[in-house]
């Protein structure tokens, strides 16, 4: 049986091409966190964290949002972090059935060591690229 699709090849599928790059990129990321103890999605939670802290009080909501993560993916990775001590949630200042969400020193700490890390894995992965980067960067954003 053939499949009924108008790509000649494989290497002409955007999506395809997409999945592929993502998933290189991501075992790229899961290899660089390792000695950080952190998986992937729990490096840009305290990293989104720490981003938005800066401008006041986080909701998991929030954060969620930031990262364009699911909900209850994000609950429950945060339930991790905070039971690592991480995080912390305290009560929200200005809504009495909210929580916000707080880093602790030591989360605040992994995140801006983990940071360094992960950025030198992205130069290099998409150092390719070269004088592209930028676009590719733009083209992406474009996407979001």
Do not use: Y
């Not at 390792?34 to 954060?63: I, Y």
């Not at 700490?109 to 992960?118: E, M, R």
């Amino acid at each position: 049986m053939s499949l009924n699709t108008r790509f000649a090849e494989t290497a002409q599928s955007t999506g395809l091409l997409l999945w592929q790059v993502t998933n290189r990129w991501q075992a790229a990321q899961t290899v660089t966190l390792k000695p950080f103890g952190l998986t992937h999605v729990q490096f840009v939670l305290l990293a989104s964290l720490s981003w938005l802290e800066a401008s006041g009080p986080v909701t998991q909501q929030r954060l969620a949002s930031q990262a364009s993560t699911d909900s209850m993916m994000t609950s429950q990775v945060v339930r991790a972090l905070e039971s690592r001590k991480l995080l912390s949630r305290q009560p929200h200042p200005t809504d009495g059935r909210a929580r916000t969400l707080h880093l602790e020193a030591a989360g605040a700490s992994l995140a801006t060591t983990a940071i360094v890390a992960v950025e030198s894995c992205d130069e290099k992965f998409f150092g390719d690229l070269g004088q592209r980067g930028e676009e590719f960067t733009s083209l992406l954003q474009a996407l979001t």
